[in-house]
């Protein structure tokens, strides 16, 4: 499940923008498995000059609260480049009714400085080592969620589909391909216009345990993909929905509430996440 949860949150991905003043985009989404209701999802975007922060928080409903007690929250800062998102901080907390696991994790220059998971993963002999250069040039699962418009085109233009996104959760880094499938018309409470349609693949680098049949059914998996609603202000693309096809069924992940809000203040962190300058300093740059 760890796998289809990374899958979901890192189908939409990286951005540049500069703002002249802060905005602040407020996501609800719906979240879904096989056409059953699951739970809901919130998600603050906050961008002030260069300045990004992101809160997020997701909780089952139901019959799934009732099995799993699920629910997680993460959060993830960093600086808007041209080149992407470079994260600084991201730190994410999941729960069930018999666990909980955390990371926190603290880049710089689009290295990852210091990793902190509690529990630690259990050790795998099938696992695939992370190597050094594995944690270089990445971007966090969460900060992955900004995606900018390419810069001589249009906010829907088809060529904002096509790239690949390389992105570290802690435990595994991953690429994500995106590509571009069509453009549709949508209306939601708060958007009501065009977005693109983006297919979708995940390929994995390490860190991953390649004979899992998860793994394979994931690597093989051509049923995933993302529609991207423009942000006019800071031209930039936000997943507006996102689709995966699961062993058991299509998990979905669809905003019922968008708003977008001038002058907007961060949303506070929810937890202090390891800062890479400090972790620089002490000398863990892998």
């Known amino acids: 499940m760890r796998l289809i949860a990374s899958a979901l949150v890192t189908l939409a991905f990286a951005g540049t923008a500069s703002f002249a003043q802060g905005q602040t985009l407020k996501v609800t989404y719906d979240l879904s498995l096989a056409g ?15 300045k990004y922060e992101m809160q997020g928080n997701a909780k089952l409903t139901g019959l799934a609260m009732i099995l799993t007690g699920g629910k997680g929250e993460a959060s993830a800062s960093g600086t808007l480049v041209e080149a992407g998102p470079r994260s600084r901080n991201f730190a994410v907390v999941s729960k069930t009714s ?5 990371v926190r994790m603290g880049l710089k220059g689009g290295r990852v400085a ?14 695939i080592p992370v190597k050094p250069a ?8 969460m900060s992955a ?37 069509e453009t549709k018309n949508v ?21 991953h345990r390649p004979e899992r049949p998860a793994t394979k059914f994931m690597q093989e998996n051509r049923d995933m993909s993302v529609w991207l609603a423009p942000v006019e202000g800071p031209r930039l693309l936000f997943p507006l929905k996102v689709s995966v096809r ?18 907007g203040k961060a949303a506070r962190p929810m937890r202090r996440a390891v800062r890479a300058d400090e972790a620089v300093q002490a000398g863990t740059i892998q």
């Not at 210091?114 to 259990?122: G, K, Q, R, S, T």
């Not at 209306?187 to 860190?207: F, H, K, M, Q, T």
Request: aromatic share 6%; charged share 25%; glycine share 10%.
């Open 187 to 207: 209306e939601v409470e708060g958007y009501s216009g065009p977005v693109l349609v983006c297919n979708a693949r995940y390929v994995p680098v390490s860190g």
């Open 98 to 102: 018999d666990n909980q696991r955390s």
């Open 145 to 181: 969620l900004l995606m900018p418009a390419v810069a001589s085109k249009g906010l829907t233009d088809p060529d904002n589909c096509n790239r690949t996104i390389p992105v570290f959760d802690g435990a595994s880094r991953m690429n994500v391909v995106l590509t571009y499938a």
């Open 114 to 127: 210091e990793v902190e998971i509690d529990p630690p993963l259990e050790p795998k002999e099938d696992r």
């Open 134 to 141: 594995d944690k270089r040039g990445v971007v966090d699962p």
């Open 246 to 263: 699961t062993m058991i069924g299509v998990g979905e992940m669809q905003a019922s509430l968008w708003s977008l809000e001038g002058d």
């Open 36 to 50: 059953l209701p699951l739970g809901k999802a919130d998600l603050i975007s906050s961008f002030k000059g260069k």
